[in-house]
């Protein structure tokens, strides 16, 4: 198991406008379930997209893989967590998504960001400090 740099969860709920014509959530905006939680674990260790561009850097996500488990649907409410476990030359967090009810896991999945000089755009081969700063990690 990876090191857990830090983790935040958030709530949603599904809604009409998520569905595909088979009624469940279509696949393409568990992107943006992900994006939620990924939102909340950044603002929790004061490095969100604000900060992130006051710091000279962009994070753009270079990967991402989904894990669909069972659907989501209409109004179901979720948890989805969010766990930073790499850091040292790219961000990776893990995702999982549960019912809130239940707590049956529903899908997982992960997300590679990389950072990118805002001036010269060019990507950093290894993490700036002050992500490294803002997670706590020495190395």
């Not at 604000?50 to 488990?69: C, F, L, N």
């Not at 001036?119 to 990690?137: D, R």
């Amino acid at each position: 198991m990876s090191e857990i740099y830090a983790s935040a969860k958030v709530e949603a709920q599904a809604q009409f406008y998520d569905l595909d014509p088979m009624n469940v959530v279509w696949h393409g905006h568990y992107a943006k379930f992900f994006e939620l939680a990924r939102c909340a674990v950044l603002e929790k260790i004061g490095y969100g997209y604000a900060q992130m561009e006051k710091s000279g850097y962009a994070w753009p996500v270079i990967d991402m893989h989904t894990r669909y488990i069972q659907p989501i649907t209409l109004n179901q409410d979720i948890i989805i967590h969010a766990d930073i476990v790499e850091c040292e030359f790219r961000l990776k967090i893990l995702y999982e998504i549960r019912d809130k009810e239940t707590d049956k896991r529903l899908c997982k999945g992960h997300t590679e960001q990389v950072a990118v000089n805002w001036q010269t755009k060019e990507m950093e081969l290894a993490s700036p400090s002050i992500l490294l700063e803002k997670l706590g990690v020495s190395l």
